[in-house]
């Protein structure tokens, strides 16, 4: 089960156990609520330790029957109240996004004032605000400020984004077995192995064998990201496991549905439907990479990785990983893909949370679209 102090702005559930991911969805759920306001009526405070604002504050969580630890990890976080008339909510650190955007402010200097003038200059662009705002409120803290207006965000409750995942993956792939599930404030992800599935994967199986490669081990994966904060849609990856290193292979962009006005679960439910054509694609992807050949592997690794954006770090990591492998010979855009594919394993070694690594799967997944040949260029490669 998942730990008591999940109003913590950095908590972080994992989940082993199906049944334990539905359950802490379920029970934050009960925790949680929706509630529409002006948005010109919004207002930042500030709350520091030994104030009188922290003594009311926990006073009326103790109250409520709310645990006054909530007060505290608001201060050591984003040290904000957010004043909706009368009534003060804690402010999440995952809601200042959506809270900048309200306001139509953004820029790295904010982060560096004082606390009471952020406030301030918050405060005084909100007064302009135009519409509603819609507020995530969420184990006792503000999670998102979002637009509120019949045009804006459409809310997909999460635990039945799961549940109807959930039912059609346990209906439609009889090998379908859970992994695992995480949950963080501001993004929630299972993934699944599709066991005994291996007419998803054979045409991309046949295509290696006439390219002389061995197909190793390979198992499809789905993943399922969904949000109730603004970060992102209900989206559905589909993956595979490679290899007896077990190397996670993104294969392509997900299938999306975001909360635009009028999104419906049954809209997701439509979604989950075009899986199987979407592994279709995905492996027709990866084998036009077996047919790319690369003369300057090192150079082309790091073009196309620097096209993506991935940091300078761990751009150096895969490269060097990937010439220990297979040496500075010419090679296919498909073995290069699989080199950068090494990233997420490498962030999530470094403890990174399951929203960054769900974020740089999608961005390596991006490579499979890009222009390999354009990159394959010799000489020094200047950074």
Not at 33 to 46: E, H, Y
Not at 91 to 101: F, G, P, T
Request: glycine content about 10%; some cysteine; overall charge negative.
């Amino acid at each position: 089960m998942y730990e008591t102090r999940v109003f913590a702005d950095d908590y972080c559930g994992v989940f082993r156990k199906q049944e334990d991911f539905l359950e802490c969805l379920k029970s934050i759920g009960r925790n949680s609520s929706w509630q529409r306001k002006s948005a010109r009526n919004l207002r930042l405070v500030a709350i520091t330790s030994g104030s009188k604002v922290e003594e009311e504050m926990k006073e009326r969580y103790a109250d409520e029957g709310l645990d006054e630890e909530i007060i505290t990890d608001t201060i050591v976080n984003t040290g904000l109240l957010l004043k909706v008339r009368n009534q003060y909510y804690p402010v999440r650190n995952c809601a200042i996004k959506s809270i900048l955007d309200r306001a139509g402010i953004s820029g790295a200097g904010l982060r560096r004032v004082e606390k009471s003038v952020y406030a301030r200059i918050l405060n005084d662009c909100l007064k302009a605000a135009k519409g509603e705002a819609l507020l995530r409120i969420s184990e006792g803290k503000v999670s998102a400020v979002l637009g509120g207006d019949c045009h804006d965000y459409a809310v997909l409750d999460m635990e039945q984004v799961f549940l109807h995942t959930v039912d059609y993956l346990t209906e439609n792939f009889k090998g379908c077995r859970y992994v695992e599930g995480f949950y963080e404030h501001d993004i929630v992800s299972a993934v699944w192995q599709l066991t005994g599935e291996d007419a998803l994967l054979d045409a991309y199986r046949d295509e290696l064998a006439l390219h002389g490669r061995t197909a190793e081990e390979m198992v499809p994966m789905v993943k399922v990201t969904t949000s109730d904060t603004g970060s992102g849609g209900a989206n559905i990856y589909p993956m595979l496991v490679y290899g007896k290193g077990c190397t996670t292979i993104s294969l392509g962009s997900p299938l999306r549905l975001g909360h635009r006005n009028g999104s419906t679960l049954s809209e997701f439910d439509a979604q989950l439907k075009l899986l199987y054509g979407k592994y279709q694609l995905a492996a027709g992807n990866l084998v036009k990479l077996l047919k790319i050949d690369i003369r300057n592997p090192a150079n082309c690794m790091k073009g196309v990785m620097d096209r993506l954006g991935i940091p300078r770090k761990y751009e150096a990591e895969a490269v060097e990983l990937f010439l220990a492998q297979y040496g500075e010979g010419p090679c296919t855009a498909h073995d290069i893909y699989f080199g950068i594919s090494e990233i997420p394993f490498m962030l999530a070694c470094e403890g990174w949370d399951g929203g960054r690594i769900a974020r740089m799967e999608e961005t390596v997944a991006r490579a499979l679209s890009v222009d390999w040949t354009g990159y394959d260029v010799p000489g020094a490669y200047r950074w």
